[in-house]
């Protein structure tokens, strides 16, 4: 089984608390992804479940076992790194058969299971090339299969596309979601990149600061962040914030003024806010809307990008300089041009005066067009 439960766990060096209080369920066969800024712990954590790293407290089970203290190769796990890691000498196949060889297992079964391996990642015809005669996306599906062979009950991936092209990225991705399908086998990844976290995770584990700030599906953590670090950590580009002051509040709506001195009416529960009360405004560039609309901002445009499909707007607006708008690729605007933006109240979010978000309310969800 591929189950993982982590309960209580914590890492410190010294006096230094890296990671504080972790507790996780990660299901049989699931795709979780560790996403966070750099220095958050999330290659820690990993590296923690891969037996690399000692555990300073709380409990890990991978399956039914207490692994806290069980060396890595005897956990059942298997790991590929940010580097392939791979013997230069070697051909792809003796790369991919080495740790069988190691482990003592029949001949005929590494050659059944390096054969099988290679055939999943599409390499089965480059199995007597060396890594130097291999383009990065290859050399990544070698280090892929030499983990496939162990047959493990847990894959551990470590921002293993950080070395690759923008484009190998995106194919590369589509690789990794098509290897858990035919695998059916529990994988937690690790990445900066929340656009990886987005497309291939069943779950995202947010990150911050050694804690772990909310577990969710892509979907949720999009629509629902339970704090104001995670509603900009999740969407690209990021989330505007603008700090507004509380003016009218209620149990499925609130109403606040922002710098400029409008008003902008928020589908929140915010029965438990006072008027007068400091919050933040949260806006995602691809729900504002040049014209009229149901909360509409004066603005003057300061930077315009034309990325074909879609236009980037960077402007000031709400008492906020730098502004950004995801807008049509058909949209044309000028450097200085006075608009009008608007924005729906239920495609907006607002956070109190400690970051935590305000429930949206039932009636504005899955209604943002």
Do not use: W
Not at 105 to 126: G, M, R, S
Not at 265 to 278: E, I, L, P, Q
């Amino acid at each position: 089984m591929g189950e993982v439960r982590l309960s209580n766990v914590r890492k410190q060096y010294g006096g230094v608390k890296v990671l504080q209080d972790i507790n996780l369920h990660i299901k049989d066969g699931e795709f979780v992804v560790f996403v966070g800024p750099s220095g958050c712990g999330k290659s820690t954590l990993l590296r923690m479940i891969a037996g690399l790293e000692d555990i300073s407290g709380g409990e890990l089970h991978i399956g039914s076992k207490l692994v806290n203290d069980v060396p890595p190769a005897q956990r059942g796990i298997a790991m590929v790194f940010q580097s392939y890691a791979l013997y230069p000498h070697m051909n792809l196949f003796e790369n991919m058969a080495f740790g069988l060889k190691l482990a003592n297992v029949p001949k005929a079964e590494i050659e059944q299971a390096v054969h099988q391996a290679a055939k999943t990642l599409n390499i089965d015809h480059l199995l007597e090339r060396k890594p130097k005669d291999l383009s990065g996306g290859q050399r990544q599906r070698v280090a892929i299969g030499r983990a496939i062979v162990r047959k493990p009950a847990v894959f551990l991936f470590d921002e293993p596309l950080s070395n690759l092209d923008a484009a190998l990225r995106v194919k590369m991705r589509f690789e990794f979601a098509k290897l858990h399908q035919d695998l059916k086998t529990t994988m937690i990844y690790v990445t900066h990149d929340q656009v990886e976290a987005m497309t291939l995770a069943d779950r995202i584990v947010v990150l911050s600061a050694g804690r772990l700030e909310q577990v969710g599906t892509p979907l949720e953590l999009y629509e629902h962040p339970v704090n104001r670090f995670v509603a900009g950590f999740i969407g690209s580009p990021q989330m505007n914030f603008v700090a507004a002051e509380l003016i009218d509040a209620n149990d499925h709506s609130a109403e606040v003024r922002v710098p400029s001195g409008e008003r902008v009416r928020v589908a929140v529960d915010a029965h438990n806010a006072r008027s007068g009360d400091a919050v933040t405004l949260g806006i995602r560039p691809e729900h504002i809307a040049v014209g009229a609309g149901e909360n509409t901002f004066r603005a003057e445009v300061r930077f315009v990008e034309s990325l074909g499909s879609a236009t980037q707007m960077y402007c000031a607006a709400a008492g906020s300089e730098d502004m950004s708008c995801t807008l049509d690729g058909r949209t044309r605007l000028m450097q200085g041009q006075a608009v009008e933006l608007g924005v729906p109240a239920n495609a907006c979010y607002l956070f109190d005066a400690s970051g935590n978000a305000f429930r949206r309310t039932a009636a504005n969800l899955g209604s943002v067009q």
